[in-house]
């Protein structure tokens, strides 16, 4: 299989030298683009979207149109897993995602079942292998998931929640049953993961949005700790070409030397914690990722590049050596950013002085 003709952000990945700094952006397909919400208004609904490969496909390519972004993002929900283990997903308007079973009760804890990717969430590789195929190999496609203990949160909670009042209940009255959850899930997350690797997907990427509502203790043994099994399980190499995995706890600083020492190739950051300290703190064990405030977007282009710049300077502040940065947000874009502005960020990122480091090949 051939690299792809941008491999920027995977040579970023591995700490290896690069043209121009790589910059990708969570939920980079999504509402602040009109031609996504023309697309999602033919599609009917969101779970719509997401089930049909060629739709789904459209919306991934379409800020790569817009924006001249260093990797795609497969377009799905991290929800799909738990739908597929029969919890009904479904989206009620101004409420977010729900589900029509939440696990509350002992006995549908224990029914629990790793569902087949092939059979339940086969919508899903379908529209991997159509993104690969479309994207010809101009940049790579990452795949992703949901982490364990974040599909626990909308599992138990039943959507989402300001307290997550059923499911922290749940870890310190009856942790044997979160266990339960988590350990089935993470089997999930393993399967899904290796089936989008093996139907295109040459990064996958774990997103932890709610392990940072945990104490210390409890993120170690219910997030951390499932995340480890999941990159430990997963297909590190596909076609002859390493797959390299990205973990990203929303509120992680804390643990930032414990994730990466997890085994996996990059850690993203949210806007809390300063690139540059992140830096010194893990060394050159993993690359990093992030770690825009999106809120910048909302301002004038102006303080845009200001800010990424701040950002870039702190990382590279030794030297300037930008080895080992993929440029993202701290988490995702939102719905009411300008799209202009995002053209803004781009240019600020692949126009930043990066020095003998991230020259040529």
Not at 150 to 161: P, R
Not at 335 to 346: D, G, K, N, S
Request: aromatic letters at 8%.
């Amino acid at each position: 299989m051939p690299r792809p003709r941008n491999d920027n952000f995977l040579r970023a990945l591995k700490k290896q030298p690069v043209t121009r700094l790589p910059i990708w952006l969570m939920r980079q397909a999504g509402r602040y683009l009109p031609e996504y919400c023309e697309t999602r208004k033919r599609a009917g609904d969101f779970l719509a979207l997401c089930k049909s490969a060629d739709l789904a496909c459209e919306v991934t390519l379409q800020p790569l149109a817009r924006y001249d972004l260093d990797a795609a993002i497969l377009f799905s929900d991290i929800l799909t897993v738990p739908d597929a283990m029969g919890l009904g997903l479904y989206f009620e308007a101004g409420e977010g995602p729900r589900f029509e079973r939440p696990l509350r009760e002992e006995q549908a804890i224990n029914a629990l079942y790793v569902p087949d990717p092939y059979d339940r969430l086969a919508y899903v590789l379908d529209a991997t292998l159509t993104i690969r195929k479309a994207l010809d190999n101009a940049v790579p496609l990452i795949g992703f998931s949901g982490s364990p203990y974040t599909l626990a949160c909308y599992m138990v909670e039943g959507g989402g929640s300001k307290d997550f009042r059923h499911v922290k209940t749940m870890l310190y009255a009856r942790p044997d049953l979160l266990h339960r959850i988590l350990d089935v899930t993470s089997k999930a997350v393993i399967a899904y993961l290796n089936a989008q690797i093996e139907n295109g997907a040459q990064v996958v990427m774990l997103f932890d949005t709610w392990g940072g509502s945990l104490a210390n203790a409890a993120y170690q043994e219910f997030s951390l700790a499932y995340m480890r099994q999941i990159v430990a399980g997963l297909h590190r190499e596909q076609a002859g070409e390493p797959i390299p995995v990205i973990l990203f706890t929303k509120g992680g600083a804390l643990w930032l030397e414990r994730i990466a020492e997890s085994g996996c190739d990059a850690v993203g950051l949210d806007w809390t914690v300063d690139l540059g300290e992140a830096r010194r703190r893990v060394g050159g064990q993993v690359a990093l990722q992030g770690n825009l405030d999106p809120c910048v977007l909302f301002a004038p282009p102006e303080t845009i590049v200001r800010e990424a710049n701040q950002v870039l300077a702190s990382y590279g502040a030794a030297g300037n050596d930008m080895t080992g940065l993929i440029f993202n947000l701290g988490h995702g874009i939102s719905q009411f950013t300008p799209p202009e502005h995002v053209r803004a960020l781009v240019h600020a990122v692949h126009n930043y002085p990066t020095g003998t480091p991230c020259q040529g090949q």
